[in-house]
Structure formats: structure tokens, C-alpha cells
């Protein structure tokens, strides 16, 4: 059974840093993406940052030039380094994963169960 299993979050003033790691525990055959997402109390769930197998990245445009995404592929890992911290990126982070072994463009989603980011002014 695949797992994904996250760490790094709690608490941080304003202007700090925060870096949120996920492990895939368990095995999964083809993994096209692995990212972030991001939803706090009443709000949309949210695109934080994505790194494809093939390396490239997209971020949500509130996190551009602040946070910086990155993989470890042998340990079927990924990271999210948060800089600049602000209150508005309060909300729970949940790792993502993106399965499409048969190129279907329908991937399966694996999630994590999520970890609490909390930013004070």
C-alpha cells in the first residue's frame, strides 16, 4: 500500500522559512509528478508547486519567487522550501503525487494527509 508521509510543518513568524519534506512509503510503478497543494479554513484547495519526472516546474503565482520546489527520485521524495513566510500562507500542505503509467493523461492522485502551516504577524 502507497503512503505518503510529510513532515517539516508548525510554527513561524513572518519573514521566516519553513522546509516541508514528503516520502513516498510503499511502491508506485510510474510517478509523472510530485507537488503541493495547500488549503486553508473555507478556501479552494490551492496549486502551491509541481516538478515533473522530467524536472520542470510550475508554482502558484502567490509563491513565485519565494518558495522553491525540488525531488530527490532515487528516494522517491520531495521537498518544498518556504522563504518569506507570509500569514496569507497559513493553511494545511498536502503532498501530491501523480501516477500515469499508461499515458492515459488521467493519472492517478496519491495524497498525504496533509501538515499545518502556521504564520504569525
Known amino acids: 500500500q502507497v503512503q505518503l508521509v510529510e513532515s517539516g510543518g508548525g510554527l513561524v513568524q513572518a519573514g521566516g522559512s519553513l522546509r516541508l519534506s514528503c516520502a513516498v512509503s510503499?511502491?508506485?510503478?510510474?510517478?509523472?509528478?510530485m507537488g503541493w497543494y495547500r488549503q486553508a479554513p473555507g478556501k479552494q484547495r490551492e496549486l502551491v508547486a509541481v516538478?515533473?519526472?522530467?524536472?520542470?516546474?510550475n508554482y502558484g503565482d502567490s509563491v513565485k519567487g519565494r518558495f522553491t520546489i525540488s525531488r530527490n527520485n532515487a528516494k522517491s521524495a520531495v521537498y518544498l522550501q518556504m522563504n518569506s513566510l507570509k500569514p496569507e500562507d497559513t493553511a494545511v500542505y498536502y503532498c501530491n503525487v501523480v501516477s500515469d503509467p499508461r499515458n492515459t493523461g488521467r493519472g492517478i492522485d496519491y495524497w498525504g494527509q496533509g501538515t499545518q502551516v502556521t504564520v504569525s504577524s
Open positions: 510503499g511502491y508506485i510503478f510510474s510517478i509523472d509528478a
Open positions: 516538478i515533473t519526472s522530467g524536472g520542470s516546474t
